[in-house]
């Protein structure tokens, strides 16, 4: 069987056109962007300028509002550290939600050393944050408020323009964390009122290594101190040589995905729905993860009750697919993000992500639908626990011997 | 990343099953379903020997073939020999990686669970 692959939340392949496009800036047109007295640093500074246009026009955003970064992870240290430094004597108060990815939770840890208090708001079951506490959250010292759009395990959606308005409201600042939202579901930084926005080109079909921050520059002008200091780049707020062939392939996947992103949400829905039904006909005991709306469109995270995850994906050789299960990390912790949902841990253990993208197609969806039962079915016959389920033993109230 | 012996076992694992409650089956169930493992082992002695035994896990692939082959191990042994078995027996067997040792725990507990619950069987049928 040709490998499926069903993980394009972890990362996706260049489109062939993004590639094309970047050839040239790698061999022809190498020159340094930064280079302004002669005819190679202009040709490689265009390439820059036009997908710098590219990237800002996907979300409603100028082109001077675009900070070129290494990807995602920076852009999101970048915005907390450089703000919180920034904005120090204003206040030293962030809030941020317990299901951010690492990139956030990480620095708002590191800044809690250095000083800053930081508001870990929890999430209901199917992933949101309540509205109304984050308001109350809201203190004179809140300096920031940090959400992502779309989280990355179970693909719930932050309701952004309502968060965005209460940020305004109390003039505080407003960053999500767009790695997984941006290039899939409509983002307009204006209608949304976010300051600040983390993206990455390798989860839109660009080049790994490359991501940018969209920082305000009016109503309000947001001011950033710089993590990484150099030649100045950047309007001094990243400095580094502009890695212009990444650079390029990133506004070429944005051009792309502004002209592409409805229809393939369209597709991307139905091919979810297609799975999650043809799973769920012939299993019992699935449960969904996350908001059954208000989620990517490409996105399906399930719990297979009684098989544990691991030994589902080795059962279903050559799809690739994602678990939270604890069994995939050295860790032994089951995903923070579905614990954080109120999922018991044995439920974690059970879950699998498929993440689907443009090039997935019908008869993957069949051939992972066929192969994922078959294992689910072979597993549950060996599982103790879904003979206790038949057999009407609820095994929350059985006192289990941990270990 | 897995091993050639415990993708055998997780491909075709030997004695899936249950046996009926008895006083010749010794029944161990350990682990628990929020560690992401629970191993039931069953053993049936006769005349002090384990004559057959059965398994049923919830577990990862190193989990499901650590009490495979347990069950392969224990069988033709007394139940003596059947305690002597270690989980580093069944870890090296398998070749497990370091994070998977605690699955072999697990198959040498279950083993030693099953016995513990025969011997308890046999005393308390035992004639007054």
Redesign the interface.
């Known amino acids: 069987m040709k490998p499926i692959y069903l993980d394009y939340s972890a990362t996706t392949p260049v489109d062939p056109r993004v590639l094309s496009k970047m050839l040239p800036y790698f061999t022809e047109v190498f020159g340094n962007a930064a280079s302004k007295n002669h005819g190679f640093g202009w040709a490689a500074e265009q390439g820059v300028d036009e997908a710098r246009a590219q990237i800002a026009a996907l979300i409603g955003a100028d082109a001077k509002e675009i900070v070129i970064t290494s990807g995602a992870t920076e852009s999101d240290n970048l915005a907390l550290l450089g703000v919180a430094d920034m904005y120090k004597e204003k206040g030293n108060h962030i809030i941020t939600c317990v299901t951010e990815h690492k990139a956030v939770l990480d620095p708002a840890h590191y800044l809690e050393t250095q000083g800053f208090d930081v508001t870990f708001l929890p999430v209901n079951k199917e992933g949101m944050v309540d509205l109304t506490a984050l308001e109350a959250a809201i203190t004179d010292k809140t300096i920031l408020i940090s959400l992502m759009a779309a989280n990355n395990e179970i693909g719930t959606i932050h309701p952004l323009k309502e968060i965005g308005a209460l940020a305004k409201k109390h003039g505080v600042l407003f960053h999500t964390d767009g790695t997984q939202a941006v290039g899939k579901v409509k983002i307009d930084v204006n209608e949304m009122g976010i300051d600040l926005l983390s993206m990455s080109a390798h989860k839109m079909y660009g080049p790994k290594g490359i991501g940018a921050l969209y920082v305000r520059r009016r109503k309000p002008r947001v001011r950033l101190s710089p993590i990484i200091h150099g030649g100045g780049h950047e309007r001094g707020m990243r400095s580094g040589t502009l890695n212009v062939t990444g650079i390029v392939g990133f506004g070429e996947a944005c051009r792309l995905a502004g002209l592409e992103l409805e229809a393939e949400a369209e597709k991307l829905s139905k091919m979810r729905d297609r799975l999650h039904k043809g799973l769920e006909d012939k299993l019992d005991y699935l449960y969904l993860n996350g908001h059954p709306e208000d989620r990517l469109p490409g996105l399906l995270n399930i719990s297979f009750a ?3 995850g ?2 589902l994906m ?2 279903m050789e050559n799809i690739a697919v994602s678990s939270g ?3 995939t990390s ?1 860790s ?1 912790e ?1 995903s923070y993000v579905l614990r954080a949902l109120g999922v ?3 439920l974690a ?1 059970c879950s699998i992500r498929f993440s689907l993208g443009r090039f997935t197609t019908d008869a993957e969806i069949d051939a992972t639908i066929e192969k994922v039962v078959a294992t689910v079915s072979r597993l549950r ?7 206790m389920a038949k057999a009407g033993i609820d ?1 929350n109230t059985i006192q ?4 | 990343m897995y091993s050639d012996k415990v993708l055998d076992h997780y491909n075709n694992p030997k004695n899936v099953g249950a046996f009926e409650a008895d006083d010749a089956v010794g029944t161990g169930i350990v682990g628990a379903p929020e560690c992401g493992d629970v191993m039931k082992l069953q053993l049936k002695v006769e005349e002090g020997k384990i004559v057959d035994a059965k398994f049923k896990t919830f577990g990862c692939g190193s989990a499901i073939a650590s009490s495979s082959l347990a069950t392969e191990w224990v069988k033709g042994k007394t139940v003596d020999q059947a305690l002597a078995i270690t989980n580093s027996d069944i870890a090296e067997e398998l070749s497990l990686p370091p994070v998977k040792i605690h699955c072999s725990v697990l198959a040498e507990d279950a083993i030693k669970a099953a016995i513990a619950d025969y011997k308890s069987r046999q005393s308390t049928s035992e004639p007054s």
């Open positions: 009684f098989v544990e691991e030994s080795m059962g299960s604890a069994c050295a032994l089951p018991g841990e044995d253990h016959e060996m599982s103790p626990l879904y003979d095994i289990w011997a941990g270990h």
